[in-house]
């Protein structure tokens, strides 16, 4: 049920395209667009509640009441059920309520048989290796259009994420309608929490008794935010001074988040025999420490599987070295202490760093450790990040989303720092592609292509993948099958690909195809130049950016450079007739150009885009200067090199 959980941060019509194809002139009054329509939310929180007690070591106990009223058939299913998700280890649930709450105010209890446990325990009693979440699924009874779902439920956390503090960072959504809600948080005065809100009015400050204060903070939302009108085009970098939202926390400051980590943290990254012996047997001889860094890093990035609550909550605490190498599986947390663990083996000091790895490139006023969902490493000898949760990453190299993003180092800890900003430099593709077109209209066409950065690493990494299959064939199966699902015959493979072993952040290869009976050459016509099989990528993509609208926030970006070379060689049999224009267009940071040669029956054409947008956020007006170099690509995408036969 979507925001569920309390307060978490989650063509054109057939006939139209007869008239157009058939130039016939449609008559009869235009359909209202559906975007024209008034917006109507199709459920609401009619209320949410949630209320916190705090204990002076940090624990809690926190109250949730909701009522989700269905206000359209389309909300029926996604409304009519419910999951309560929490911690097993460190807390209890309390006091369920559960019933529909029918329109005349009739009352259905969730029955036993409506309710599905799931837990995440060990064998025979023991705790769970790596997740401690226990999660109750209820599904509500005969919830029709005009009910109410009504859930309620306590849950007692009995030790603190870290003790002594306590931290919450959450937001309403302006996309969603609330009739009422409500966040009160009553704690004990020693704890000296400090809170600040955005979009809200300020709380009601009462006094329950001398020793404890209480803050109350309203929020509703009768007319939610149509959220058609948001642009596809562009990815909204969030800031949390965007959101009605509440930062509350007693740490002072950044530092003592890290401290707080790294004091439960540093103990599991302690050198033993076994991780001693593992470290010299990835290194061997290696005897340059950025080299034997490398090893250490592809080792547990390859060896060791990705699973667990990462940093969300529940026990931050690293598990054992011994119990993941055991089972070769562990959190981001495990995997970035392992990785500290064998660098510290080889005397190669590092850092663990605390990271969001999803959309936050700000950190909120008041320190809040849910800044924060990700563990990764920093060494400071090679002033790098690894990320080994990452096998598509080379060493050096971070996950595309965490570039530019804000980080605390939980050792040595100087203050907000940033992981390094990814120059649009690092991220390039050139492809060179020649096509020969036979007097049957057959095509034989051969392309290689090298790329650089994020694309690379994505790719090299599959490609590594694949090879390493039984049934890798150079990939003849499976252009056939490409070629075959859009009507023609023919065949091709791979060629040149280049040998990676796993992720590079520079990578190559080719392909040759044939494809018959592609090309008409028995009439006149425009050929649109453009290959069969596009690059990995292609400038063609970026004429989505024409369609965009104006963008009112800051967006995600990334620059990059992008070239294109084509050769198209007409058989004898037919006159090439005419080529198309050059086309040359800039805007801001981004540049567009388009180059055609004719020479005899063959064309050559020559495409480039320069994006030098930094990122990994731009400013609003940036997306106007997308918008241009996507319309002249379009333009562009339309040309045609006109022949005849002979």
């Known amino acids: 049920m979507k925001g569920s959980s309390g307060y978490e941060a989650g063509v054109l019509s057939g006939v139209f395209q007869i008239c157009v194809l058939l130039s016939l002139a449609c008559v009869g009054p235009a359909p209202a667009r559906a975007a ?64 529909t709450e029918k329109a005349d105010g009739t009352k259905i209890d969730v029955p036993e048989t409506n309710v599905q446990v799931t837990s995440y325990n060990g064998v025979n009693g023991a705790p769970p290796a790596f997740s401690d979440l226990k999660n109750r699924h209820l599904v509500f009874p005969n919830v029709e259009v005009g009910d109410t779902v009504v859930i309620g439920y306590t849950i007692r956390d009995e030790k603190p994420t870290f003790k002594g503090y306590y931290s919450l960072l959450t937001s309403y959504s302006d996309a969603i309608a609330y009739d009422d809600a409500k966040l009160t948080i009553t704690a004990p005065r020693s704890l000296g929490l400090k809170y600040k ?97 490398e090893k250490i890093y592809a080792w547990v990035a390859k060896e060791i599987g990705f699973a667990g609550n990462c940093l969300a909550g529940g026990d931050v605490v690293p598990r054992e070295t011994d119990l993941v190498l055991n089972l070769k599986m562990g959190d981001c947390k495990d995997h970035a202490t392992l990785v500290q663990a064998l660098l510290s083996a080889l005397g190669i000091k590092s850092t663990q760093v605390l990271i969001n790895a999803a959309e936050g490139y700000d950190v909120p006023e008041i320190p809040c450790w849910q800044a924060f969902n990700h563990v990764i490493n920093y060494l400071p000898e090679f002033d790098l990040y690894l990320d080994a949760t990452s096998s598509s990453s080379p060493f050096g190299v971070l996950p595309g989303q965490e570039y530019g993003k804000p980080v605390i180092h939980t050792s040595a800890f100087t203050g907000i720092l940033h992981t390094p900003l990814r120059s649009g430099d690092g991220n390039w593709s050139k492809s060179v592609d020649r096509m020969t077109i036979l007097a049957d209209g057959a095509i034989e066409a051969s392309g290689s292509y090298r790329l650089g950065g994020a694309t690379a690493n ?101 620059g990059d450079s992008r070239s294109e070379d084509l050769t198209i060689t007409f058989p004898a049999n037919v006159k090439l007739l005419a080529i198309p224009k050059n086309a040359h267009t800039e805007a801001g940071l981004l540049q567009f150009d388009a180059r055609y040669e004719r020479h005899g029956n063959t064309i050559h054409v020559v495409r480039s885009v320069v994006d030098k947008t930094p990122g990994p956020i731009c400013a609003p007006d940036v997306s106007v200067q997308y918008a241009r170099i996507g319309a002249a690509i379009k333009k562009d995408m339309k040309a045609q090199a006109v022949y005849q036969p002979n």
């Open 36 to 99: 024209d329509k008034p917006y109507a939310p199709t459920w609401k929180f009619r209320t949410h509640n949630v209320r916190v007690e705090l204990q002076a070591d940090g624990t809690s106990t926190t109250r949730y009441e909701n009522a989700y009223t269905i206000l359209a058939e389309s909300a029926l299913k996604s409304m009519s059920d419910e999951d309560i998700s929490y911690h097993e280890n460190d807390g209890k649930l309390e006091d369920i309520v559960a019933y």
């Open 197 to 293: 809100s955005y979009n809200l009015p300020e709380p009601e400050v009462s006094a329950p008794d001398a020793n404890r204060q209480r803050w109350t903070w309203t929020y509703r939302n009768p007319a939610p935010k149509d959220m058609r009108k948001e642009s596809s085009q562009f990815e909204r970098a969030w800031h949390f001074s965007d959101r009605p939202g509440i930062q509350i926390s007693n740490f002072k400051d950044y530092g003592q988040i890290a401290a707080a980590y790294e004091a439960e943290a540093s103990r599991r990254a302690a050198v033993n025999d076994r991780i001693r012996k593992l470290a010299a047997d990835i290194v061997k001889e290696t005897s340059s420490n950025r080299e034997r860094a």
């Open 458 to 558: 994505t790719i090299s990494h599959y490609f590594a993948q694949w090879k390493q299959s039984p049934n890798f064939d150079d990939g003849a199966q499976y252009l056939e099958q490409q070629i075959r699902g859009r009507g023609y015959k023919g065949r091709g493979a791979y060629e040149n690909v280049q040998d990676t072993r796993g992720a590079s952040d520079s990578f190559s290869y080719g392909m040759h195809y044939r494809i018959d009976d592609l090309v008409d050459t028995t009439n006149p016509y425009g050929l649109q130049l453009s290959t069969f099989f596009p690059n990995p990528s292609p400038i063609s993509s970026l004429a989505a950016y024409a369609a965009a609208d104006p963008y009112a926030h800051d967006f995600l970006c990334r």
